[in-house]
């Protein structure tokens, strides 16, 4: 059984960083893509981005691109979120998740998930 633990998340001001990790344990995810959604109150949950498992193809939604970064140290069996330049519209719920096959922006593929850890950008 596969866990996947965030942490990193908090209350920032609109321009600033935060940088999100989701360790993985019960066993190694170097073959597997992982990704980052988010769910804001009252909406679906979208994606964020996404890492194939040997770190070299990611994939970002368009909101977020040239702002946020995705990267993952097999080695220790975690991926990372670099947030920068923050919005108070990137204020939401923040899941990891991890698949057993290639890197895809659709929640559905995806066979394990973390509990989630808030992020909140004030204005």
């Known amino acids: 059984q596969v866990q996947l633990v965030e942490s990193g998340g908090g209350l920032v001001q609109a321009g600033g960083s935060l940088r999100l990790s989701c360790a993985a344990s019960?066993?190694?995810?170097?073959?597997?893509?992982m990704g980052w959604f988010r769910q804001a109150p009252g909406k679906e949950r979208e994606f964020v981005a996404t890492i194939s498992g040997s770190g070299g193809s990611t994939y970002y939604a368009d909101s977020v691109k040239g702002r946020f970064t995705i990267s993952r140290d097999n080695a220790k069996n975690t991926v990372y979120l670099q947030m920068n330049s923050l919005k108070p519209e990137d204020t939401a719920v923040y899941y990891c998740t991890a698949r057993k096959g290639p890197a895809t922006m659709t929640s559905p593929d995806y066979d394990y998930w973390g509990q989630g850890t808030q992020v909140t950008v004030s204005s």
């Open positions: 019960g066993r190694t995810l170097s073959r597997s893509a």
